[in-house]
């Protein structure tokens, strides 16, 4: 219960801060940090357009994708307290049910009979479709680990004691990094400043979404960042009393925020045809975390 | 702590199959070079100090910074490209790295013997398999000396599992080492680089005995 508060909250303040960094980094004074929720409160009020050609699933997609990513929120754990839901295998749930929205997200871009929609859709399919058993083997390996299934108990009875644990998390940090940077569309993978419909991925696929509908997309990724965040703060918390857990929380958040942004200033976007290695990459990273867990589990000599 | 290092060492090797360029490539040997320098420290503590000394200064004198740094040397001498030019993508590269990783793993996961470090046996044997792997899928000559290297790497980090027991396996490898610079002397004195208008392999399946 308490983590849905938690990420709520810093949903509000992640992307603000995000673009604050860009800007601060190129030398700018840039938006405040709430602009991006007024932005998203602006198109809230007013009413969505939709194509002749488009059916019933581009008017319900948005509406989806944003539930799933609700419904994956309210399984992330924090610390001791469980999320709202939390049942055995949840990280599966967790992890399908954001593909589902993806899912509905890619058919309501294929609908809209637009090409460059259907490419940038077959470019998110792709890179989820990659990102996804880096996920799966660095949870199974945690699963593996701790003797438990479900988010909150492995995170509870994590905990980082030798250097290889040490090692383990660092590497866990950086791939959990990465996949939310893959499943946001953020900037190694995909740059969301670019003008350019052969270049984009994410922007391609909302690019007919409009009003209403482009404010449930938005707030949809400013919450997924948040989850991902409250994941990675996840990792260290398990023991951790609340009165320092909490601040944590925050802090965790926060450098992830301004990591993010520093990313985004000083990368150049990979080439489209580097982005499936680079994903690929993240699997073997994870397939080496699960082989340490075997080596802490001495199953291995 | 040891194995902290090993599982770097491995996914410098990941980093290995999708580098792009050259110099990317000269780096990794260098950050190589540092790691075992580190695994040497750690591992090699009931050996003779002097020996130890040698073997630590061989590892950061000629892994870490003279080959690599010779290496960066020759290809702005001889002009060689920067690209790696493989003959597979490099994502395919990729998940052939990954799956020799994986097979040695399931390998060593087969042997039933007590002696044997097992953590040291996997970083060692994918080692010398992805640097064969280099060796097989680059088109330069450069490349096929830096694929050595990095097989060299892998036999130096195998005989660091015995070296306590037998230091003079280590020696040998050392000994190998200093082959390989040997042989990367070979390319800067007959200047290949510019002999060859281009250093593609290819050009030597021309030759031919009358």
């Given at each position: 219960m308490l983590s849905l508060f938690l990420i709520v909250i810093a949903a509000f303040f992640f992307t603000g801060i995000v673009v604050r960094t860009k800007s601060l980094a190129s030398g700018r004074k840039g938006p405040g940090i709430m602009q991006p929720i007024k932005d998203v409160i602006r198109l809230f009020k007013k009413g969505a357009v939709y194509s002749k050609t488009s059916s019933i699933i581009f008017q319900i997609a948005p509406t989806i994708y944003f539930s799933s990513v609700v419904m994956a929120m309210l399984v992330v754990p924090f610390g001791q307290s469980k999320g709202l839901i939390s049942f055995n295998c949840?990280?599966?749930?967790?992890?399908?049910?954001?593909?589902?929205?993806?899912?509905?997200?890619?058919?309501?871009?294929?609908?809209?009979?637009?090409?460059?929609?259907?490419?940038?859709a077959s470019r998110e399919a792709l890179y989820s479709m990659f990102a996804e058993p880096a996920l799966f083997i660095l949870m199974g390996s945690f699963a593996l680990l701790t003797g438990y299934t479900s988010f909150q108990e492995i995170f509870a009875a994590l905990h980082i004691g030798s250097y290889l644990s040490y090692a383990l998390a660092t590497l866990?940090?950086?791939?959990?990094?990465?996949?939310?940077?893959?499943?946001?569309?953020?900037?190694?993978?995909?740059?969301?400043?670019?003008?350019?419909?052969?270049?984009?991925?994410?922007?391609?696929?909302?690019?007919?979404?409009?009003?209403?509908?482009?404010?449930?997309?938005?707030?949809?990724?400013?919450?997924?960042?948040?989850?991902?965040g409250a994941l990675i703060v996840n990792l260290f918390v398990g023991m951790v009393d609340y009165q320092y857990a909490i601040p944590l929380f925050f802090i965790i958040q926060f450098l992830m925020a301004v990591v993010v942004g520093l990313i985004e200033s000083f990368m150049a976007r990979f080439r489209m045809n580097h982005n499936?290695?680079?994903?690929?990459?993240?699997?073997?990273?994870?397939?080496?975390?699960?082989?340490?867990?075997?080596?802490?589990?001495?199953?291995f000599n | 702590m040891i194995d902290v290092l090993l599982i770097v060492f491995i996914i410098t090797l990941f980093y290995l199959s999708i580098a792009n360029r050259l110099l990317?490539?000269?780096?990794?040997?260098?950050?190589?070079?540092?790691?075992?320098?580190?695994?040497?420290?750690?591992?090699?503590?009931?050996?003779?100090?002097?020996?130890?000394?040698?073997?630590?200064?061989?590892?950061?004198?000629?892994?870490?910074?003279?080959?690599?740094?010779?290496?960066?040397?020759?290809?702005?001498?001889?002009?060689?490209?920067?690209?790696?030019?493989?003959?597979?993508?490099?994502?395919?590269?990729?998940?052939?790295?990954?799956?020799?990783?994986?097979?040695?793993?399931?390998?060593?996961n087969s042997i039933?013997?007590?002696?044997?470090?097992?953590?040291?046996?996997?970083?060692?044997?994918?080692?010398?398999?992805?640097?064969?792997?280099?060796?097989?899928?680059?088109?330069?000559?450069?490349?096929?000396?830096?694929?050595?290297?990095?097989?060299?790497?892998?036999?130096?980090?195998?005989?660091?599992a015995v070296g306590n027991e037998m230091p003079h396996l280590?020696?040998?490898?050392?000994?190998?080492?200093?082959?390989?610079?040997?042989?990367?002397?070979?390319?800067?004195?007959?200047?290949?680089?510019?002999?060859?208008?281009?250093?593609?392999?290819?050009?030597?399946?021309?030759?031919?005995?009358?």
């Open positions: 949840d990280f599966i749930f967790f992890a399908y049910v954001l593909a589902l929205g993806k899912f509905f997200s890619i058919i309501s871009a294929l609908d809209t009979g637009s090409s460059f929609e259907g490419m940038g866990a940090t950086f791939v959990l990094v990465m996949i939310a940077m893959i499943e946001n569309s953020r900037m190694p993978i995909d740059d969301p400043k670019t003008h350019l419909e052969l270049t984009m991925i994410h922007e391609v696929m909302i690019l007919d979404n409009s009003g209403f509908d482009l404010g449930l997309l938005l707030s949809a990724g400013y919450l997924k960042f948040a989850i991902y499936a290695q680079f994903i690929v990459a993240l699997t073997s990273v994870s397939l080496l975390i699960f082989f340490g867990a075997i080596l802490i589990l001495g199953k | 990317s490539y000269t780096k990794v040997l260098a950050v190589q070079g540092v790691l075992l320098f580190f695994v040497v420290f750690l591992q090699l503590n009931e050996i003779n100090t002097l020996n130890l000394v040698l073997i630590m200064l061989e590892t950061i004198v000629f892994k870490a910074v003279a080959v690599p740094m010779f290496l960066a040397y020759l290809l702005r001498r001889n002009n060689i490209t920067r690209e790696a030019e493989p003959y597979l993508p490099n994502f395919v590269s990729l998940l052939i790295t990954t799956a020799i990783v994986i097979a040695t793993i399931l390998l060593s039933k013997d007590t002696h044997l470090d097992k953590m040291f046996f996997v970083v060692a044997l994918s080692t010398i398999f992805s640097g064969l792997y280099i060796i097989a899928s680059r088109r330069k000559i450069i490349t096929h000396v830096m694929g050595y290297m990095i097989i060299e790497n892998g036999v130096f980090v195998l005989s660091l280590v020696n040998l490898g050392i000994m190998l080492d200093i082959f390989a610079s040997v042989l990367i002397l070979g390319i800067f004195l007959n200047k290949i680089g510019d002999v060859f208008k281009d250093v593609d392999v290819e050009q030597l399946t021309n030759l031919k005995d009358y």
